[in-house]
């Protein structure tokens, strides 16, 4: 990545660390720690849609709220607009949250059962203090139309509305204060297809009226290749494969990619395809194996990947990847 | 498969309904399909479409507030709905077996996993201890679970998700059971493990000849696993054919917007095609067809018909049945599209 692109970026994160203390024997002493994310960094531009892929367990929610400075790091910095969010005061933080903000996966958790639609919506209008009761209320009801939901929506409560309602209302609320950048966290993965599709073309639409840029959380790699303009692959608390939705789907380069992606069934039953079954488990973070992560389940796996950490190098197709294959 | 073989299983009519507070939920109403041996049927539908209670139902597992209403469930001939319960623990695990979609949350935590599969050998067999033993420790090799030996001692927590799935499908297996129901198998697992448990399931239908009734809600799930298609909503199927016709010749609207809803790897569209709507409630179920306030055909050839009289699933050809007005005629209504 150019400096320039850097310097332009809305959000940047630089080699961002969490770890978490396990504790353990009498005395409740750290014994271990779990290495959720380990040394991350990309940029993301205003109004692009950057994918993080991977499964349960590889950091990728970590990251999300991490730079969302709802869970502290370990280490590195994360930058929105050139500000370190770590460094800022609790006035400047608070400006900042109505900035970024977060949709999350579960719908029927997500909302105040015993708020009305109105009053979650317009929770950060009335924290941040934006205008008077009734223009608020007025704004209430134009976020409601522009995620397609109806105006006598507003006086109901969480419970009256479907999974795909719910996921609207959540979208509201995130909208409600007008951000720049949305972590979107697994936000379809609870939805049935026919309501998946539907909210997928609602983020698309909002993120061209209001030029959002989002980081999309997501384990379904067609979901990621539908929404993302790059994609971060993440493997055990490390990005190992970074590229441009098209590079990444036309040559995918990690071979973890590779796996991931041949693994996708292809709703196509004459689809032959080279299918890359890999063996065993995703190990345990608590205790990564040596050198590269991913060497005891990789199918090209060499001597010196067991020993020694790969880092992200930039590849001739334009797309970085950590991987001993191309160094 | 010949056309002219015997069922295994025979679906006729099954109603199972729950009695709920609010009224009377219908998640299942009048389904049919059959199920041939050695073929994998696949039902697939989204999240209340009744696809689970279908299962549940042919295994009698429903309980309080729902119940069975009616139809028949023929196994081998024989109606497993009028069978006494002493006689349905037989089936259970001999001709038919179960394995859902928690793994871990349908194992006991306070046995090991060796403990619990070999439990069907100890109800359902006069085998001595020593070769109950032999037995479950063949079937951890069989479903390719690591170290067999150590791993029948491990208690489920101890196991990943995708091995807790193989205990169960080693627990299915153990009774060599005729047909095995999967209910949404893999939906809670990662996809490099949902690829594994597939391929699992995929060499126990080539080496073993199982049936299979496989229940999910991902049409690639179903692409690559089932020979027929049964697509449900609304506790009715809609349509019914082979895996090849469904998905290169979908007729029902809903099959149609449901296979362009989707995202697929390596065709990027900036728009999804939309189902607008959602599923009406099961309680309240509008007359006519159950689709018809989501569907874009009855607005395209504006159809009446579709809001006042309910369609029947209708065989188009022997091996293609479809419930939808547009292939079907009725007093003064005359069938839109001609499939032949």
């Known amino acids: 990545m150019s400096e320039d692109s850097k310097a332009n970026a809305l959000v940047q994160v630089d080699h961002l660390k969490k770890y978490y203390p396990v504790r353990g024997g009498v005395l409740r002493q750290i014994t271990a720690w779990v290495q959720a994310v380990d040394d991350v960094s990309f940029e993301i531009q205003p109004g692009e849609t950057v994918g993080l892929v991977g499964e349960s367990g590889c950091g990728k929610t970590t990251v999300g709220r991490t730079i969302l400075n709802l869970i502290d790091p370990t280490d590195g910095e994360v930058f929105f607009e050139s500000k370190n969010i770590y460094d800022l005061g609790k006035k400047e933080l608070k ?52 995620v397609g939901l109806e105006e006598y929506h507003a006086r109901r409560f969480p419970h009256e509305f479907s999974g795909g309602q719910r996921q609207r209302i959540g979208i509201a609320r995130a909208l409600a204060l007008k951000p720049k950048f949305i972590v979107c966290d697994e936000p379809v993965s609870a939805l049935d297809v026919s309501i998946q599709s539907q909210v997928l073309n609602l983020l698309r639409d909002l993120q061209k009226e209001f030029n959002l840029a989002y980081l999309f959380i997501a384990h379904n790699l067609s979901v990621v290749e539908h929404i993302s303009n790059r994609v971060a692959v993440m493997y055990l608390g490390k990005i190992v494969e970074f590229a441009t939705r098209e590079e990444l789907f036309r040559e995918p380069l990690h071979p973890y990619t590779q796996a991931l992606m041949s693994a996708v069934p292809v709703p196509n039953p004459d689809y032959e395809r080279n299918r890359i079954i890999l063996e065993g488990d995703v190990p345990s973070p608590l205790d990564p194996p040596s050198g590269c992560r991913f060497h005891p389940r990789c199918p090209s796996v060499m001597d010196h990947c067991k020993e020694r950490e790969p880092e992200m190098k930039p590849h001739s197709s334009g797309s970085q990847v950590a991987c001993w294959l191309y160094e | 498969m010949t056309e002219n073989q015997k069922p295994l299983l025979e679906v006729k009519n099954l109603k199972t309904y729950f009695y709920t507070r609010d009224g009377i939920v219908k998640a299942v109403d009048g389904v049919d399909f059959q199920v041939k041996p050695g073929e994998v049927l696949g039902v697939v539908g989204e999240s209340g479409c009744g696809k689970s209670v279908t299962s549940l139902s042919i295994m009698r597992l429903i309980k309080k507030p729902g119940k069975i209403m009616g139809g028949e469930v023929l196994f081998d001939g024989k109606n497993l709905l009028d069978l006494p319960e002493k006689r349905m623990v037989d089936v259970r695990g001999n001709d038919i077996s179960i394995i859902f979609q928690q793994p871990q949350s349908s194992l006991n935590p306070v046995f090991n996993v060796g403990n619990q599969v070999s439990e069907v050998f100890r109800l359902h067999s006069n085998l001595k201890k020593n070769q109950i033993k032999k037995r479950t420790v063949g079937l951890f090799q069989q479903v390719g679970i690591p170290d067999a030996d150590e791993k029948v001692r491990s208690y489920p927590h101890e196991m990943s998700g995708g091995q807790a799935q193989r205990v169960m499908i080693a627990m299915g297996l153990a009774l060599d059971p005729k047909l095995l129901i999967a209910d949404e198998p893999t939906t809670a697992l990662d996809v490099t493990i949902q690829a594994q448990i597939l391929d699992l399931m995929r060499a126990l239908k080539d080496n073993q000849g199982t049936a299979m009734i496989l229940i999910t809600h991902d049409l690639g799930v179903i692409a690559e696993m089932a020979d027929r298609v049964a697509v449900m909503y609304a506790g009715v199927i809609f349509e019914q054919t082979d895996v090849r016709t469904l998905f290169n010749k979908p007729l029902h609207p809903y099959t149609q917007g449901l296979l362009e809803s989707i995202p697929a790897l390596g065709e990027f569209k900036e728009y999804l095609t939309v189902i607008p709507g959602s599923v009406p409630s099961l309680i309240d179920l509008p007359p006519g067809c159950r689709f018809a306030s989501r569907c874009g055909a009855r607005t395209k050839y504006d159809l009446n018909i579709c809001t006042e009289i309910e369609p029947t699933l209708n065989d188009l050809s022997p091996s293609h049945s479809v419930r939808c007005w547009l292939y079907q005629d009725y007093e003064g209504h005359q069938a839109i599209l001609d499939v032949a």
Do not use: C, T
């Open chain 1, 95 to 146: 400006q900042l949250r109505s900035e970024m903000q977060i949709i999350f996966q579960d719908p029927f958790a997500s909302l105040d059962p015993r708020l009305s639609i109105a009053d979650s919506i317009g929770q950060g209008l009335r924290i941040h203090k934006r205008g008077s009761r009734r223009e608020r209320f007025e704004q209430v009801l134009d976020i409601l139309n522009k």
